[in-house]
């Protein structure tokens, strides 16, 4: 890709870590690199998917920038995803867990990041996931059982913790109320991987959730293919979330690892299945099973040279 000539930001001010100050610096950088620069702040929900939609439009960006959580890139993605011809879009951490941002630019700080994606963008199509029964489109990936619990009324997005801190304190809180494991199966390209009690089911997409676990180490972005991450009681829920940190869960007794085009999870005793993509619950009433596909290289992106 071609050093940008114009630059949409797209901000969220309801963003877990969103700041005045940032934004005001990140339209200083970008300014400063060159190109000519245009600062959106979203004022409701689909605001941001509404702006990318309106971006893909003749005359539109060539880079939108995502300044916001993993819910703003979220929206975004969704409004650019299905254009051929969309703008790259380029994620900036400003949320709770950051989960995209670190994929994409491991730890590096954002200053660089930006300077690097304006002055040599390098452009990487990644894949993304549909959801069949939803008709939702996700990219870091989607959940079912402990991690969907966070984000039930009073988990994560109830918590006065800020940054990753408050995704880890709703997975404790959920603990100690007892969550249960619930009957599941879990198919990929039709063989089933695994069936029996489940403490959770998490499908990439990305490695990391909520910007802290690696709950599937092995994901690539772009390699046209899901990974599935299945962990049943053999292995205590404690211990499970502290190797998830550094993906040390993989290969543990009751921790089933799998890779497919598609993922189908399943509650297998007639209740509703507690499911999440893209850090969203889906509140469908009484769906036990949901399909997930592969949409490969459906999205274009502003990431290094080489996989972080």
């Not at 934004?23 to 600062?39: I, K, S, Y």
């Not at 984000?151 to 109320?177: F, I, V």
Request: net charge neutral; aromatic share 4%.
């Amino acid at each position: 890709m071609s050093v940008p000539k114009s630059v949409l930001i797209v901000a969220n001010p309801a963003a877990g870590s969103y700041s005045a100050d940032t934004t005001a610096e990140v339209l200083r950088l970008v300014r400063e690199a060159g190109p000519a620069v245009d600062l959106i702040l979203t004022r409701h929900p689909g605001h941001a998917r509404a702006l990318a939609r309106a971006a893909t439009g003749p005359g539109g960006p060539d880079v939108l920038v995502s300044l916001g959580g993993d819910g703003t890139a979220h929206e975004l993605m969704t409004g650019l995803a299905g254009s051929p011809e969309h703008p790259a879009l380029l994620v900036l951490p400003g949320g709770s867990g950051n989960s995209l941002y670190r994929e994409l630019w491991s730890d590096r700080p954002w200053q660089p990041a930006l300077e690097a994606a304006l002055s040599a963008p390098r452009v990487r199509q990644v894949d993304l996931i549909r959801v069949a029964e939803t008709g939702g489109t996700a990219l870091l990936g989607a959940s079912t059982g402990l991690a969907a619990q966070t984000l039930n009324p009073g988990g994560a997005r109830g918590s006065a913790a800020r940054g990753r801190e408050r995704y880890e304190k709703a997975l404790l809180d959920a603990l100690h109320t007892g969550f249960p494991p619930y009957p599941g199966r879990v198919t990929v390209d039709g063989a089933e991987v695994h069936s029996g009690d489940t403490v959770c089911a998490n499908v990439g997409g990305g490695r990391y959730r909520a910007g802290r676990f690696m709950a599937c180490p092995h994901s690539v972005l772009d390699d046209g293919l899901l990974d599935v991450c299945v962990a049943g009681t053999a292995l205590p829920t404690p211990e499970l979330l502290q190797l998830a940190r550094e993906g040390r869960h993989v290969g543990r007794e009751g921790v089933v690892y799998a890779r497919g085009r598609r993922i189908v999870l399943e509650r297998t005793d007639g209740r509703p299945l507690l499911f999440e993509y893209d850090g969203d619950l889906v509140r469908s009433g009484d769906a036990t099973r949901y399909t997930l596909d592969v949409a490969p290289r459906a999205l274009r992106v502003l990431a290094p040279a080489a996989a972080a």
